[in-house]
């Protein structure tokens, strides 16, 4: 009897509906499974098509593709170890989230997902339908249940498989980041171990994919809820992991155990790996940004180099009149210490030109906020160009606070295709500033130490559309707003909650009016990495036209 299993962990990065290429990626994990003689490789959830599809698997040409495909990778890899990975699965009974099994050129088994998620950013009811809870199956000496993914955070995918004879859980999973997600995913795991009395082992996948950012962090319990074994975050990285048998049954054999960074950290890791997968899987390489002299262009600009290397990042200033010069001073010295191209491009002659253009129709009418966005269309107008005559990305600058309560202009500095403040709040705006001046990683691309100036980070933020123009003239000091908004966005509380928790009630009232009545502009807003409980797109999907207040 055979009291020893290896299985090779494929914590690899998929790319959406580039089919062959992730069936060579999961090939190429295979042979080094082979090499390394592995009993078994396994990759993450739907790793065939990437993931999520959202409304692409119901497209019958495309899950055919995808089975086909699956065929042939059996085809391919019949003289070596056994795969698991996830594709979708399709016959007279229905489209499942299948989690198949390959061995000596032929499918052996396949999971179908049982539990389809259907909250936060997931859907799946809608796309997916419910597959039968499976047995377990066997690879050499080994029985093995696959819970795939949502199955187990319930007991009763888990209990029957310990029931008909699993010896280990291996769960694959498309779990995607948001702070704080490891420790809820060790506490489901963990409660799972600890009703079976099986060791389990969670195999996540990396990378992004639009809003969403794939952790890694994959890891293996032992019976009692041990840890003995933690992959590093965000890194697509093949572990080999062995099982033995014991006396009291299998046991994961302790392993590799990568520290786990603090969510400061992990967060800035999720923006830099979101864009630098949205990016490259569209098919980009450079990117340009407007450099204003204030924090959240800052970050972005420290983001992207830091994402691509200074020398694919042009920074782009467009001064008007009421460009403060310091504001000059700071963009080009955030430029300077990062190693970025900075180009100068006044607007004053367009925006000269287009009050011309306006004068008669706008004849007899007071300046306001109409001519304010005129300078920031300009801007966006100015930088789309840019952006089109060299082939780089516009990356929009906006943090979650101004995105929230639509203190933004659509077609002006909302312009763009990705960003990566997106989910970021103001006042975590300037911490990660000051983290990032304080912390450099060898994944880091751009310099170490202050890259963005201290002023930057301290001087009082403006949009710089009017003279002597401050933003808390228009809205409450940010860490009053953020704290409305956290509780009002991510915690969903009533006014009279937020209230009740010391706040203003007629501060309260604005920024709720705020947030609804800015449901339209982030309808048309770019994409942005997920970091938060409750992101705006998927986690959180509101009416645009929407009449109702809370008066309570």
């Not at 280990?168 to 420790?183: A, E, H, I, M, Q």
């Amino acid at each position: 009897m055979t009291d020893r299993f290896r299985l090779t962990l494929a914590q690899l990065n998929p790319t959406l509906g580039a089919l062959a290429a992730n069936a060579a990626k999961a090939r190429a994990a295979w042979e080094q499974a082979r090499a390394a003689g592995a009993d078994m490789v396994a990759l993450p959830e739907m790793f065939l098509t990437g993931y999520q599809t959202q409304d692409l698997v119901l497209k019958p040409a495309f899950v055919a593709d995808a089975m086909a495909r699956m065929e042939a990778l059996a085809a391919a890899c019949a003289d070596g170890p056994a795969i698991g990975i996830g594709a979708p699965f399709a016959d007279e009974s229905g489209l499942y989230n299948a989690w198949w099994v390959l061995q000596g050129g032929r499918v052996v088994a396949r999971m179908l997902k049982h539990h389809r998620p259907n909250d936060d950013v997931f859907d799946e009811v809608r796309l997916f339908d419910e597959g039968p809870i499976s047995g377990p199956y066997r690879i050499g000496p080994l029985r093995i249940g696959t819970p795939v993914c949502e199955d187990a955070w319930y007991e009763d995918v888990a209990e029957t498989l310990a029931e008909t004879g699993a010896e280990v859980l291996l769960v694959p999973n498309g779990s995607p980041y948001r702070r704080g997600k490891l420790d809820l995913r060790l506490n489901v795991t963990v409660a799972r171990v600890v009703e079976t009395g099986l060791p389990l082992i969670y195999l996540n996948a990396v990378g992004g994919q639009d809003d969403q950012v794939f952790d890694g962090a994959s890891f293996a319990l032992n019976p009692g809820g041990a840890l003995a074994l933690q992959l590093p975050p965000f890194e697509e990285v093949i572990e080999h992991v062995d099982l033995a048998r014991t006396p009291q049954g299998w046991r994961v054999v302790p392993g590799q155990m990568a520290a786990q960074p603090d969510a400061w950290e992990q967060d800035y890791r999720a923006m830099l790996l979101g864009l630098k997968d949205y990016l490259g899987k569209s098919g980009f390489s450079k990117v340009l940004l407007g450099l204003s002299g204030g924090v959240d262009s800052a970050l972005v600009a420290v983001i992207a180099a830091d994402t691509l290397g200074p020398q694919n990042v042009r920074c782009v200033m467009l001064p008007s009149e009421f460009t403060a010069r310091d504001s000059l001073e700071d963009a080009a010295e955030v430029a300077r210490r990062l190693g970025c191209r900075l180009d100068t491009v006044p607007i004053e002659g367009a925006r000269g030109a287009v009050a011309t253009a306006l004068a008669a129709v706008m004849a007899g009418t007071t300046p306001d906020v109409t001519e304010e966005n005129i300078q920031s269309r300009l801007r966006g107008l100015m930088l789309m160009a840019i952006a089109n005559k060299f082939g780089e990305m516009l990356l929009t600058t906006g943090n979650k606070s101004e995105v929230a309560v639509g203190y933004c202009t659509i077609y002006g500095d909302m312009a763009g295709g990705y960003n990566p403040l997106k989910d970021l709040y103001k006042t975590r705006v300037f911490e990660t500033c000051r983290w990032r001046n304080a912390n450099h990683r060898a994944w880091m691309a751009a310099p170490a130490g202050e890259v963005i100036p201290p002023r930057v980070i301290d001087k009082p933020p403006t949009a710089e559309l009017r003279a002597g123009q401050r933003d808390q003239d228009s809205l409450p000091p940010y860490e009053v707003l953020d704290a409305i908004l956290e509780r009002l966005v991510e915690a969903d509380q009533s006014v009279a909650e937020v209230v009740a928790a010391g706040f203003d009630r007629a501060t309260v009232k604005r920024v709720e009016h705020l947030l609804y009545i800015s449901e339209w502009k982030r309808f048309q807003a770019a994409p942005g990495p997920r970091l938060s409980t409750r992101a705006f797109w998927l986690d959180r999907r509101y009416p645009i036209v929407n009449r109702w207040r809370d008066e309570g």
